[in-house]
């Protein structure tokens, strides 16, 4: 499995869920954590919440349909496991996320930022787990 690196794209994706995290906590004062948004879409706590969260999910998912009317075609994407095995992942960041409090955007992008301690340590962990888990299996399970 080759990976390519595509830096353009990486930094304009990267400035958008920047611009996105600030506008978010500049306009409604809240973080830009992904699945905390989902979370509270698919099971609202507050009705004042879930419009704003509704809105950010869809402009998220619209991406690939924005692709496709400016391009002729959807963007390019290798999922190279099973659909099992994705479920089988989906589930388990499910559970680290819980476990953690939080996914890679909240603490990774908006926790860094405010360089909470908690954020550093579930960012510098969430690395070392990626890290880990690549080596292992393209090199010990033969995968890539």
Same mark, same amino acid.
């Given at each position: 499995?080759?990976?390519? %690196?595509?830096?353009? +794209?990486?930094?304009?994706?990267?400035?958008?869920? !920047? =611009?996105? +995290?600030?506008?978010?906590?500049?306009?409604?004062?809240? @973080?830009?954590?992904?699945?905390?948004?989902?979370?509270?879409?698919?099971?609202?706590?507050?009705?004042?919440?879930?419009?704003?969260? +509704?809105?950010?999910?869809?402009?998220? @998912?619209?991406?690939?349909?924005?692709?496709?009317?400016?391009?002729?075609?959807?963007?390019?994407?290798?999922?190279? &496991?099973?659909?099992?095995?994705?479920? &089988?992942?989906? %589930?388990? @960041?499910?559970?680290?996320?819980?476990?953690?409090?939080?996914?890679?955007? !909240? *603490?990774? @992008?908006?926790?860094?930022?405010?360089?909470? =301690?908690?954020?550093?340590?579930?960012?510098?962990?969430?690395?070392?787990?990626?890290?880990?888990? &690549?080596?292992?299996?393209? *090199?010990? =399970? !033969?995968?890539?």
């Amino acid at each position: 499995m080759m990976t390519e %690196f595509t830096p353009w +794209a990486s930094l304009f994706g990267g400035f958008l869920i !920047g =611009l996105a +995290a600030v506008l978010l906590m500049l306009l409604h004062g809240r @973080v830009f954590g992904a699945t905390g948004i989902l979370s509270g879409v698919l099971f609202p706590s507050n009705s004042g919440d879930w419009l704003w969260r +509704a809105v950010l999910v869809l402009g998220m @998912v619209s991406g690939p349909v924005l692709y496709l009317l400016l391009t002729g075609s959807f963007p390019a994407v290798e999922v190279p &496991v099973s659909l099992p095995m994705l479920l &089988v992942g989906g %589930f388990v @960041v499910g559970i680290g996320v819980t476990l953690g409090s939080g996914c890679t955007s !909240g *603490h990774g @992008v908006c926790g860094m930022a405010r360089l909470s =301690l908690r954020s550093i340590v579930a960012t510098c962990t969430f690395m070392l787990t990626t890290f880990v888990t &690549v080596f292992v299996i393209r *090199h010990f =399970l !033969g995968a890539g």
